[in-house]
């Protein structure tokens, strides 16, 4: 019971408006790397921080999605701990639970604000909680990913990869402090990451972002989708590559901004080759050709196209249209974050 209340949490993980969707235009999308051109007037609007309803379907789910989650976490938080069964078990299951708590809390107070509603035990219908403060949300998230360090392992074998591990909960305690403007703490946090010598960067960065390259040396933690064989036993593929890819194989209604793509022009390799990431993340007409699901950019586009598409997180190397259920992971912190944490919380320093 304690397993399945547990995997019932991270399952939580793959609803539209935590990880399966709405996220990548939350975040990514209405950030300086993306913008919406989409002709569903209230998505296009959402990504101009243009909000006429607040019921509108991205803002909804996002909201409802992760208070089910919560919902799902308090259960096991506040019923795990009376089950009698193995007690290392027991308090690892209960520390998963606080980790995605913390998570999603994450993402609540970064998107909301702290005028939200901080739900730290499973509700009664006739429960109508009140809203928080920022700092109470904060605190609530440092408390659980702290209580959850302990219990957590370094790693996990078989049918457990994809577990939180001790190195998920610090990496987010990292982020969380890092936010807070916390250097120090996060510093400390994030530096036995460096020092423990289990993760590195991979060698082929495209490896982040397919499904063949899932749960590898750089990730961190990462949500497990399934492809559309597993729609039946409840677990579903990822749909942010079929709501932002290119135009044709998926609907584009998010693209990359032109200055993201500048970004990646501005340095080159120590070989002087260009930016091996750029080819990664974005599809462009590229001189020499450029293969866009099983056809030239040039062909689909026009040869003298200058549009810009998404291609991370998308099953390129699949000819025809991108799937709703793309069997690839969603990474939410990679070694290469951490890194990049620990260089600005040390930079902050000093």
Same mark, same amino acid.
């Given at each position: 019971?304690? $397993? =399945? *209340? ?10 539209? !408006?935590?990880? @399966? %969707?709405?996220?990548?235009? /939350? ?117 659980? $990913? =702290? *209580? ?10 078989? !049918?457990?990869? @994809? %577990?939180?591990?001790?190195? /998920? ?182």
């Amino acid at each position: 019971d304690a $397993l =399945r *209340a547990v995997n019932a949490t991270y399952n939580g993980l793959l609803a539209n !408006g935590t990880y @399966g %969707r709405w996220l990548a235009f /939350a975040h990514d999308i209405r950030s300086d790397i993306g913008f919406s051109p989409s002709p569903w007037a209230d998505l296009a609007n959402f990504n101009k921080f243009t909000l006429v309803d607040f019921d509108f379907e991205v803002n909804r789910e996002i909201w409802q999605h992760h208070y089910a989650a919560i919902y799902r976490a308090n259960q096991v938080i506040a019923n795990v701990p009376g089950i009698e069964m193995d007690t290392t078990r027991r308090s690892r299951i209960v520390g998963e639970a606080r980790f995605l708590r913390a998570l999603l809390y994450f993402n609540l107070v970064n998107l909301y604000g702290g005028n939200i509603p901080l739900i730290l035990e499973p509700p009664q219908v006739d429960t109508r909680p009140g809203s928080s403060t920022t700092a109470a949300v904060w605190a609530q998230v440092e408390s659980d $990913l =702290r *209580a959850a360090l302990p219990s957590l392992p370094n790693a996990y074998t078989g !049918g457990d990869v @994809g %577990r939180a591990t001790s190195g /998920a909960a610090r990496a987010l305690l990292g982020k969380a402090l890092l936010q807070q403007r916390k250097w120090a703490e996060a510093e400390a946090a994030l530096a036995p990451l460096v020092t423990s010598g289990r993760y590195r960067l991979v060698a082929n960065y495209a490896d982040n972002f397919t499904a063949a390259g899932e749960n590898n040396a750089e990730s961190v933690f990462e949500v497990q989708f399934g492809d559309r064989t597993q729609l039946a036993n409840g677990v579903r593929g990822l749909n942010i590559a079929k709501m932002v890819g290119p135009c044709g194989p998926s609907f584009c209604d998010g693209r990359p901004t032109r200055w993201y793509f500048n970004q990646f022009q501005l340095e080159q390799t120590n070989a002087g080759a260009a930016d091996p990431r750029r080819d990664v993340t974005i599809f462009w007409n590229r001189p020499g050709g450029m293969d866009v699901y099983g056809r030239s950019f040039a062909d689909r586009y026009g040869a003298a196209s200058t549009d810009l598409f998404f291609k991370k997180y998308g099953e390129y190397y699949i000819p025809g249209e991108q799937d709703w259920d793309a069997a690839i992971n969603y990474r939410v912190i990679r070694y290469a974050d951490v890194l990049l944490m620990l260089a600005e919380a040390r930079n902050e320093l000093t």
